[in-house]
């Protein structure tokens, strides 16, 4: 051990000081959400609940059984989840064991042609139409289809499978496997690891998106994702809230819905944080390896 | 001998060719051949008919109602318009095909020939189905007409099915007991197909869509060769006063808030630098894992954190109270003012990402070699003179990287977080690029909305390419290594 000098202890308790204040700054907001949603809603409403939950309840939660249009949200929203990570992970896992192969007739041109799109995008207009000419609008496979292959990921998988012996495979085709048969017998097996981090990418990318159901969407309410919901709800709870702040003409049923709003909005948004934060601690080490890996090649 | 084997193959190319002309047609719906009245949308083509009933069939829910067409006449077209999408099928499977052997192209021919016989039934049906619409009692409501496509895919599908017989007729025959066999090359190639596909029609057909930008087009209108109107756009965006001061502030906007991010993109690594200084492993795990949470919330999500303390409810309010700064009762929704802007959203996107940014850093130091920091320590260097001579230099370089690309994405905010915080009060401080041509093409409705947004998209696009290419190859003059 070497000794420490007063400057160390300084620059020590500084520093310790300074990652506990950025740590509370990250938790706090999201431990405040949690106590003011299973807190007694009047003393919500005065106010009063700040540093602690008072007066403990579940109703809220209870309640939101009784939001109609939650419950289809939810079910598209876990299902894209579900179908969209499923089938992204598979592909990805294919297609970047396919940019390995050499052989392949314009391999360079194709793998090119799959990372550019990474960095470039016609805009969003000429996008929408595209999406509406393949009639993906208002259409549950608008969210699924166009997300299936996702560029980082395919270089992900590229990256990992380059890094397993050749000889694996060469010893199989000399035993007259098919590529698809070493992909589903070999590579498969081996990627699991990688195959994890680019599942749990694209399970939290399809759980937090949002902008592609505003805009492709707009026309199906039942195609709603909760995020999408969830924004509705803080909409109607921010202009009810601005309403009466302005002394406008409201009655009583507007002030009790602002209210309702605000308590829904908030519940709303803690069941849609819940899962992450329950797999998040498991999945942690995957996003690591995820970024490190990706950070190999820029 | 090696020249006789390329004449042989030069018809079986532009067979392939061919088939890949007659399956690009199918999704242009300009021929949508399935389109027998004028109600069927515009915008669907032969493939989108093919897929999804609801292409032809929601148009008529009224007037099959009222008895002005029949459901046989519906289901005629909706079956024409499936055999159709059948024999562009049957054509990308000999597509396919015709990459392997004798034996396997010869079936590969066979199913060109098949493909386009299907795709000749199917035009016919097709062609019945407008006359069973042509009957309606109410052309005015069921608007029937006859596609340009059936006559373009008849013609088509008719020269394919001889161009197929011929080669046919003309090809030699595999010798005996031959297997059905590819070059692993193409093997390769054709498993890619499917997944190339999707690449080209989600990323690389938008690019089509560039053309709106020099027409005078407004939503459900025609594309036609008297609304082009060439550069006029362009030259609008710079010369009419209100466009050119809205973009002016959006620009504004987008390099305020990417500046500021470019400007503080050292904080990540000095947040690496100071995290791995802490001497219990156990905190330093803590403290990563609590910080990168907020990374992985949404921006709705962040949104309503905000919403929940920054409210007229909020914590905040309640704060100010407690201490007396405010009267109890007297706070405002902060989320609706426009002060500082730039700056709070700056504040959000650092709460949301640095844990997170930082990560990479935390991999590079821990690669850094241990052995340069014994010799500093046995050279009697300080911890603070190892902090700044080994571990920032060993940073440098990722640094470098990921600064080069914020400079290349400088146009690019992303939309959600601008998106969610968005409102009538902080509109003219928060409308960065990408949230001005969602509100510009998406949600205006003006007579220039989707050409003017489709053209801003396009010069911000290229642009971005060009920043991107040009930091590309300043890494790669600076550091001997590009970045893509």
């Not at chain 2, 066999?181 to 560039?210: H, I, N, Q, T």
């Not at chain 2, 309503?304 to 706070?331: D, H, K, Q, Y």
């Not at chain 2, 850093?361 to 014994?374: K, P, T």
Request: aromatic share 14%; net charge positive.
């Amino acid at each position: 051990m070497f000794k420490r000098s007063a400057a160390d202890y300084v620059f020590d308790a500084v520093n310790i000081l300074f990652f506990t204040l950025f740590t509370l700054l990250c938790v706090f907001p999201i431990y405040y959400l949690f106590i003011n949603t299973i807190s007694d809603n009047s003393l919500v409403q005065a106010g009063q609940v700040n540093l602690y939950p008072r007066g403990i309840q579940f109703d809220n939660y209870l309640a939101l059984l009784n939001v109609g249009d939650l419950g289809n949200a939810a079910m598209v929203t876990v299902g894209r989840t579900l179908l969209g990570t499923v089938t992204m992970a598979l592909t990805c896992a294919l297609v970047g064991y396919l940019v390995t192969q050499n052989a392949m007739f314009g391999r360079k041109v194709i793998y090119r042609g799959i990372v550019v799109i990474m960095y470039f995008n016609a805009g969003l207009v000429p996008w929408y139409l595209n999406m509406s000419m393949l009639g993906l609008t208002n259409n549950f496979w608008g969210y699924i289809i166009p997300a299936i292959v996702q560029p980082f990921n395919v270089i992900l998988v590229k990256t990992y499978v380059e890094s397993i012996p050749g000889e694996l495979q060469e010893s199989a085709f000399i035993d007259g496997a098919g590529y698809l048969t070493v992909f589903g017998r070999i590579i498969l097996p081996l990627c699991k690891p990688i195959l994890a981090t680019i599942a749990v990418f694209g399970a939290v990318m399809h759980w937090n998106s949002f902008m592609d159901s505003v805009i492709l969407m707009g026309g199906d309410p039942n195609l709603y994702t909760l995020q999408h919901r969830l924004y509705l709800y803080l909409n109607k709870a921010t202009n009810l809230g601005k309403l009466m702040n302005s002394g406008g003409s409201i009655s009583e049923a507007d002030v009790t819905s602002a209210l309702n709003s605000r308590v829904v909005s908030l519940t709303v948004a803690m069941v849609t944080i819940i899962p992450i934060l329950l797999v998040y601690p498991f999945m942690q080490r995957y996003f690591q390896k995820g970024i490190m890996l990706g950070a190999v090649k820029g | 001998m090696r020249k006789r084997a390329l004449s042989s193959k030069a018809p079986l190319v532009i067979l392939r060719f061919y088939i890949i002309a007659v399956c690009m047609s199918a999704f242009i719906p300009f021929l949508n051949p399935a389109r027998v009245s004028g109600m069927i949308s515009k915008n669907a083509s032969l493939f989108t008919c093919a897929v999804s009933y609801s292409a032809i069939g929601d148009n008529f829910v009224r007037a099959l109602s009222m008895g002005w067409i029949s459901q046989g006449a519906l289901t005629t077209a909706y079956i024409g318009a499936l055999t159709g999408g059948l024999s562009v099928a049957l054509l990308g499977a000999a597509f396919c095909l015709c990459f392997g052997n004798i034996k396997m192209c010869r079936l590969g021919v066979k199913l060109s020939a098949l493909g386009a016989l299907t795709g000749i039934a199917g035009m016919t049906v097709l062609r019945l189905a407008y006359n069973s619409f042509a009957l309606t009692s109410r052309p005015d409501r069921v608007e029937p007409m006859l596609p340009v496509g059936i006559a373009a895919f008849w013609g088509l599908f008719g020269l394919m099915l001889i161009f197929s017989g011929a080669i046919w007729a003309a090809m030699p025959k595999a010798p005996e007991g031959a297997k059905y066999e590819m070059a692993p090359k193409y093997r390769l190639f054709l498993m890619m197909m499917p997944f190339l596909a999707l690449v080209v029609l989600f990323a690389y057909l938008p690019l089509w869509g560039w053309r709106y930008a020099f027409f005078d087009y407004r939503a459900g209108f025609d594309l036609t060769m008297d609304n082009f109107v060439g550069l006029k756009w362009l030259r609008y965006l710079f010369s009419n006063p209100a466009t050119r001061a809205d973009i002016v502030r959006v620009l504004k906007n987008t390099f305020a808030m990417s500046g500021l991010g470019i400007a503080t993109s050292w904080l990540p690594m000095t947040f690496a630098i100071l995290l791995t200084e802490i001497r219990s492993n156990k905190s330093k795990r803590v403290i990563q894992t609590l910080t990168t949470i907020p990374n992985f919330i949404s921006w709705v999500l962040v949104y309503s954190v905000a919403f929940a303390i920054f409210s007229t409810e909020g914590f905040l309010n309640w704060a100010l109270a407690s201490i007396g700064v405010i009267e109890s009762g007297a706070g405002t929704n902060h989320l609706m003012s426009n002060t500082d802007i730039w700056l709070k959203m700056w504040a959000w996107g650092t709460w949301k990402g640095l844990g997170w940014s930082a990560i990479i850093y935390i991999a590079g130091i821990s690669s850094i070699d241990q052995q340069l920091y014994e010799a500093a320590t046995v050279d009697g260097a300080g911890r603070f003179q190892k902090m700044w001579h080994i571990t920032v230099p060993g940073l440098m370089s990722t640094y470098f990287v990921l600064l080069l690309l914020s400079i290349a994405n400088i146009l690019t905010n992303g939309m959600d977080q601008y998106f969610v915080f968005f409102n009538p009060a902080n509109r003219e401080s928060i409308q960065v690029l990408d949230l001005f041509v969602y509100h510009l093409g998406l949600s205006g409705n003006t007579s220039y909305s989707i050409p003017l947004a489709t053209l801003i998209g396009m010069m911000k696009s290229l642009i971005s390419v060009t920043l991107l290419f040009m930091a590309n190859k300043a890494s790669a003059l600076i550091r001997g290594e590009s970045i893509v």
